[in-house]
DNA sequence: CCTTGACTTGAAGTGAACTTCAACTGTGAC
DNA sequence: GTCACAGTTGAAGTTCACTTCAAGTCAAGG
């Protein structure tokens, strides 16, 4: 069972466009071809996709994706590079989480803080508002009113 | 007290260039100039920057950085617009979170996989190993061996 | 006063990841 | 057979957020 490039796209919701680049880049070196030359996606380069997509959210480029790609052709003499690839990835992965969740708190107060503001009609009104009507999850914030 | 772009650059990190155009792209509305026409970063313009660092975490395009800035500027009677735009702030914050959470699942699935293979010697011993031998945490990720 | 070095500007350049274009070819439904 | 349409290619274009450059100004220490 194979799946023209268009197929692909739809399956997979990404452009064709996009995939044929990942194919001029060297992202999916097996990609066999069917009949006047076009892609044949098999299943294993569903989840080759599947892979890039997983390690461009990693934070990957797409030149250190090749070199993934070009590992596993290389076969298990490349399994110690391959799993160090993937612990770098989760290591960035944790990072990336942990700088969300400081976006988050920051992102929370002004949540908090425009709340305040609408429902009493000025910043200066939240401002001047009263240490112990702010809640504690936000009160670390309260040095930031500004802006 | 005020600060030259070159103290705010080591105070915060970003590099002063990256300030002269967020400057220049009207990101910095407030920003006022000292002696020879230099710019002279107060307190709250080095609280503006954190703001622009954690609307750009969130995914807001310069542009739309722009926009809050002017609404800031009109005072309260935008109050319930940079309310809406922290919400959708939020809201997309939370959504890369759950993104991240799913890509690192793979990519702990990815981790144990090769970790796998490297202290077994080969990618085929993993694909070969009995189900009762797969942590159960890693189980649903099974079917997707392939690269 | 003079020099050093940090600042100023507008304009041009960069890098990454696509996307679009133009010209062409082959497939498959009728 | 024919014809629309999905596919092919290399090259050029796009977008975004900076970064670098060139040419000039100014402040402050010696």
Redesign the pocket.
């Known amino acids: 069972m194979t799946y ?6 739809e399956l997979l919701g ?5 995939m ?5 880049e060297g992202l999916l070196p097996e990609l066999s ?7 044949a996606f098999e299943d294993k380069d569903l989840e080759a996709l599947k892979v890039i997509d997983c390690l ?1 959210q990693s934070g ?4 250190e994706i090749r070199q993934f790609m070009q590992w596993y052709q290389q076969g298990d003499e490349t399994l110690k590079q391959r799993q160090e690839l993937f612990q770098n990835c989760r290591t960035s992965v944790l990072e990336q989480m942990e700088q969300l969740q400081r976006t988050l708190e920051i992102v929370e107060y002004k949540c908090w803080y425009y709340e305040a503001a609408t429902s009493l009609g000025s910043e200066q009104a939240v401002i001047d508002l009263p240490e112990d009507q702010i809640p504690a999850r936000i009160r670390g914030y309260r040095d930031r009113l500004e802006v």
């Not at 990404?14 to 996009?18: C, G, L, N, R």
């Not at 990957?60 to 030149?63: C, G």
């Open positions: 023209t490039i268009g197929e692909t796209a990404v452009p064709a466009s996009t044929r680049y990942y194919d001029k071809r069917g009949a006047g030359g076009r892609r461009k990957l480029h797409i030149s």
